[in-house]
């Protein structure tokens, strides 16, 4: 059974900064692209962050610059590290993993349960 567990979210202050992580277990190394999707109120979730088991990385446009995804295999969890956050960064996060991910959502496979972010001005 695949889970994706995922920690660190929370409140925090405009400028500040969070480091969320993702816990996966039950996942099969042929789907093992993994990232962060976010979902903000009246809009699809999109892409924040995504990593490949070999270290690509590709970011959405807002967290080019800001936020920096990194992976440990070993331990099948991936990180996301959001500093210089704005308010406008408050929403659910996501964990994910699928073959691929992009863009947009349709591509991912597995979902974690979601942390939620709030950024105060």
């Known amino acids: 059974q695949v889970q994706l567990v995922e920690s660190g979210g929370g409140l925090v202050q405009a400028g500040g900064s969070l480091r969320l992580s993702c816990a996966a277990s039950?996942?099969?190394?042929?789907?093992?692209?993994m990232g962060w999707y976010r979902h903000l109120p009246g809009r699809q979730r999109e892409l924040v962050a995504a990593?490949?088991?070999?270290?690509?990385?590709n970011y959405g446009d807002f967290a080019e610059g800001r936020f920096t995804i990194s992976r440990d295999n070993a331990k099948n969890t991936v990180y996301l590290q959001m500093n210089s956050l704005k308010p406008e960064d408050t929403a659910a996060y996501y964990c994910a993993s699928g073959k691929a991910l992009g863009p947009l959502p349709s591509g991912a496979l597995y979902w974690g349960q979601g942390t939620h972010i709030t950024v105060s001005s």
């Open positions: 990593i490949t088991q070999s270290g690509s990385t």
């Open positions: 039950g996942i099969g190394s042929s789907v093992n692209t």
